[in-house]
């Protein structure tokens, strides 16, 4: 599926930087969360973000949806 494929090289992108999260919602990886939390010294410092992002069925042929959740 080219959601696993896309997943790995996110996951592989932002490994080294603890300012981004990105995790499975649920069981599924067609349905992530991807937390950012904003670096110190920003106006975003301390700030926590939190995003819905949801891979359609004709994915990569449609883009996937993102929701803020905070």
Request: proline share 9%; charged share 25%.
């Amino acid at each position: 599926m080219r959601e696993e494929t896309d997943y790995t090289e996110a996951i592989e992108s932002y490994k080294n930087d603890s300012n981004i999260i990105i995790e499975p919602w649920g069981r599924s990886i067609d349905h992530l969360r991807l937390t950012i939390i904003g670096k110190e010294g920003t106006p975003y410092g301390k700030g926590k973000f939190i995003f819905e992002i949801k891979f359609p069925e004709n994915y990569p042929f449609a883009p996937p949806y993102a929701y803020a959740v905070t």
